[in-house]
């Protein structure tokens, strides 16, 4: 009864805020402002949604960011395929060194400007590139995807393929791609999420406005509802205000959607 009373606790813990943002989106301005909504929407409305698709650079952030997050994370899953299973297998020459190399990254880096540098003298700043090939694998993907590698595919089975005369590409292709299911579907929800949720490499890559991702485009809508709230009369002020309040839920439901539409798809592959 204790632990099951627990559980119930942290479950209400997680999903009221869920449920205050999602109500609070679909109330009026007037309601949010003042803090009358606790569970369900106050004066039912979609002002909050017209206001923020009635923006005309919503729906071009929305498709970049969907162009970002495909791209990106089919680029991601090849890279970190492509190093993760030569890294599991015995045979590998030099397979320690490398993975040696890899974590060394992860403790010691260059820092932003050298990679600002990087990224500029190869020519691809401010082009969609820029927000794709320098994340293009994390190795700590790598190591998940190794480790799933060396415990799932046996040696013996790669032995038995390379007997029937089968080559290494379409061994992965074929045979370890089909076994590796779980661990795709785990990956690829890991570089959804970052390649959704990409916020800090649009602001230091991309100046052109048709590039940004839907998360720097709501971030300008913010700061430009706050901007115009100088110099207005008091009733003004208040309506603005309230309407910004209203416009956060708002946003917060609109960005987050997609990622929580993606996740019930791949959730039952973390319980494997």
């Given at each position: 009864g204790f632990v099951y009373g627990f559980l119930i606790l942290v479950v209400l813990a997680i999903i009221y805020p869920l449920i205050y943002i999602v109500s609070s989106s679909f109330s009026s301005g007037q309601a949010v402002g003042s803090g009358k909504?606790?569970?369900?929407?106050?004066?039912?409305?979609?002002?909050?949604?017209?206001?923020?698709?009635?923006?005309?650079?919503?729906?071009?952030?929305?498709?970049?960011?969907?162009?970002?997050?495909?791209?990106?994370?089919?680029?991601?899953?090849?890279?970190?395929?492509?190093?993760?299973?030569?890294?599991?297998?015995?045979?590998?020459?030099?397979?320690?060194?490398?993975?040696?190399?890899?974590?060394?990254?992860?403790?010691?880096?260059?820092?932003?400007?050298?990679l600002y540098l990087t990224v500029k003298n190869v020519g691809i700043l401010n082009t969609r590139l820029a927000m794709l090939i320098p994340q293009a694998m994390q190795v700590w993907q790598v190591i998940i995807a190794r480790t799933f590698f060396a415990a799932t595919i046996p040696d013996e089975l790669a032995e038995a393929a390379e007997m029937d005369g089968c080559s290494d590409a379409y061994f992965i292709w074929r045979v370890v791609l089909p076994l590796s299911k779980p661990i795709i579907a785990v990956l690829v929800l890991m570089y959804a999420v970052y390649h959704w949720n990409a916020y800090f490499d649009a602001l230091i890559y991309l100046s052109r406005d048709k590039l940004f991702p839907l998360q720097i485009v709501l971030r300008n809508i913010l700061i430009l509802n706050q901007a115009t709230r100088v110099a207005v009369k008091a009733s003004e002020q208040i309506?603005?205000?309230?309407?910004?309040?209203?416009?956060?839920?708002?946003?917060?439901?609109?960005a987050s959607a997609p990622v929580m539409a993606l996740y019930p798809f791949v959730q039952k592959y973390f319980i494997v």
């Open positions: 909504v606790w569970l369900l929407p106050v004066d039912p409305t979609l002002a909050g949604y017209s206001a923020v698709f009635k923006h005309p650079a919503i729906m071009r952030g929305y498709a970049n960011s969907a162009f970002y997050t495909f791209f990106g994370t089919l680029i991601n899953i090849a890279v970190t395929v492509l190093i993760a299973y030569p890294l599991s297998r015995k045979e590998f020459y030099g397979r320690k060194f490398i993975m040696l190399g890899l974590v060394f990254t992860m403790m010691f880096s260059g820092g932003l400007i050298p309506a603005r205000q309230n309407l910004a309040s209203l416009l956060k839920f708002s946003l917060i439901v609109v």
